[in-house]
């Protein structure tokens, strides 16, 4: 079955650096969620998208934007990266207009911030 | 607000002895209930959820859970442990009627079991 793809997998950026994660979810699956999770953390809600309008926000910095496309793909944009931002993204789908309850997760991507 | 407690940062037990892996949660309405298990560097895989029902809730790999709403409890168990089944495991929840969907993860229990 079809998961959730994201990349790249692996991102190592400078400080003050931009970064680009992106977002593939589960065919059908209508909404996308940005969680980060920081090392030995966990997961924390950044920010979700229901047909491409934002849906909910959570703790993510100013720094960062994302959005949905017609396609249904997300990207989380990261602007004047700090070294704090190193962690995982992990990007998780879902099918609200069916069981509004199970987000599927991907594999993340490890950003690393010199 | 939404909220998830693992009383246990790590939980140690033999190989084929049950294992617990305790979780408790506080939500204004009912509550979606959920595990999730993470191997190293790999991403969250879903074990098995609690929305209505029978509280006893089989999942993935033989893991069942048990909702308790006097408690508030979400407690992951499965009768015999395999070497294998060494990860993290994330206990989350979502308010099903906050209208919110995003889920608040507890911080984790490390699951080691031992040849």
């Known amino acids: 079955a079809a998961g959730v793809i994201q990349s790249p997998r692996h991102l190592i950026k400078e400080k003050r650096e931009t970064a680009t994660l992106k977002c593939y979810p589960i065919?059908?699956?209508?909404?996308v969620y940005w969680y980060q999770q920081g090392p030995g953390q966990d997961p924390q809600f950044l920010i979700s998208?229901?047909?491409?309008?934002?849906?909910d926000k959570g703790s993510i910095p100013d720094r960062f934007s994302a959005q949905q496309f017609s396609d249904y793909h997300s990207e989380l944009n990261m602007s004047s990266l700090e070294l704090g931002d190193s962690a995982l993204y992990f990007c998780a789908s879902s099918l609200v207009s069916g069981s509004r309850d199970t987000q599927y997760f991907g594999p993340g991507t490890r950003l690393t911030v010199l | 607000a939404q909220s998830v407690a693992q009383p246990e940062d790590q939980v140690n037990v033999a190989e084929g002895n049950p294992l617990t892996v305790k979780c408790t949660y506080s939500?204004?309405?009912?509550?979606?209930l959920f595990w999730y298990v993470q191997y190293p560097n790999r991403g969250l895989q879903f074990l098995l959820k609690y929305i209505t029902g029978d509280n006893l809730v089989k999942g993935s790999y033989g893991f069942e859970a048990e909702f308790n709403k006097s408690q508030t409890s979400f407690h992951l168990k499965k009768p015999s442990a395999l070497v294998s089944d060494s990860a993290l495991y994330f206990c989350?929840?979502?308010?099903?009627?906050?209208?919110?969907?995003?889920?608040?993860f507890g911080t984790g229990t490390k699951l080691q079991v031992i040849p």
């Open positions: 939500v204004s309405g009912n509550p979606y």
């Open positions: 065919p059908r699956h209508d909404t």
């Open positions: 998208f229901y047909e491409k309008m934002q849906s």
């Open positions: 989350a929840v979502r308010d099903m009627g906050g209208g919110y969907q995003k889920v608040t």
